[in-house]
């Protein structure tokens, strides 16, 4: 079992000092393409707009065709469609970053694919992304509870009725 292929849209829309995605393309561990088209078909893309909710059942989808993210500013908002791409919607979790420390749903590309990879069942990837930031790993103890609830549901449904827990 290989490592799951990390894959970004970058708008150029936030402080490339704090950027995440940047600092892991920089790395080698994503990889950047030009614009959102440019998203592998059928990846699962990690969307705040999703319908449908992240679940381990989607993590050989994410295997065979990658872990996609558009990185747009949260405070510019719109995201692009891909429509190519299997949008799913990461479930309640607090941001650890320093910008948006403690909040609801507004994570860094870095936390939200930590995250999805932890509900793949892929902790030790998580750790390998997130140790890149000084924060990182507050982020897995902040949302240790819920993370293990996410990553046990069968689901999309199983994931959102465990979220109830920690809203």
Not at 14 to 22: A, L, Q, V
Not at 31 to 52: H, Q
Request: with cysteine.
């Amino acid at each position: 079992m290989g490592t799951i292929r990390l894959v970004a849209y970058h708008a150029g829309q936030c402080d490339p000092k704090k950027c995440t995605s940047r600092r892991l393309e920089r790395l080698g561990l994503m990889t950047f393409v030009p614009r959102p088209s440019g998203l592998p078909r059928g990846a699962i893309l990690l969307t705040p707009e999703a319908e449908r909710a992240l679940s381990p059942a989607d993590g050989p989808r994410a295997e065979r065709r990658g872990l996609a993210i558009v990185d747009v500013s949260w405070k510019r908002g719109k995201f692009p469609p891909v429509p190519q791409a299997t949008a799913r919607a990461l479930p309640y979790l607090l941001a650890a970053n320093p910008v948006n420390y403690g909040k609801p749903f507004v994570l860094s590309s870095v936390e939200a694919l930590a995250a999805a990879l932890v509900i793949f069942g892929r902790a030790e990837e998580a750790r390998t992304i997130l140790a890149k930031f000084t924060w990182g790993g507050q982020f897995l103890a902040l949302n240790r509870e819920p993370l293990d609830a996410y990553a046990n549901a069968k689901d999309s449904v199983a994931v959102v009725r465990a979220q109830g827990d920690f809203v």
